[in-house]
């Protein structure tokens, strides 16, 4: 039905930044509600940034603020998730995610690692 596969991880210095893709197969980006989890070493998985599927509202996690931003390209059937400002406390599996109804994130990429270095 939808497939995601995310890209763009990888090592960074703290301050530096990274640009996340995460480009969705099966469906247009407006049918979903898309969004940014990421799971840090021994802890659980949390909530960084999301698109309503309307595309007229998003939210981001307190910790993000200010730093991060989130984006899509519907010609590239394409959401973005561009980090200015690492943190070593950044670093993390950072996971896109779409759901098709109004409950949890059913669809999830695999996965891109992050790393951000003091």
């Known amino acids: 039905q939808v497939q995601l596969v995310e890209s763009g991880g990888g090592l960074a210095q703290a301050g530096g930044s990274l640009r996340l893709s995460c480009a969705v197969s099966?469906?247009?980006?407006?049918?979903?509600?898309l969004g940014w989890f990421r799971r840090a070493p021994g802890k659980e998985r949390e909530f960084v940034a999301g698109f309503n599927r309307r595309g007229d509202s998003t939210t981001y996690a307190d910790s993000v603020k200010g730093r991060f931003t989130i984006s899509r390209d519907h010609a590239k059937n394409t959401m973005y998730l561009q980090m200015n400002s690492l943190k070593p406390e950044d670093t993390a599996v950072y996971y896109c995610?779409?759901?098709?109804?109004?409950?949890?994130?059913?669809?999830w990429g695999q996965g891109t690692q992050v790393t951000v270095s003091s």
């Open positions: 995610a779409a759901r098709s109804g109004l409950n949890e994130y059913n669809y």
């Open positions: 099966g469906g247009a980006l407006r049918w979903y509600d």
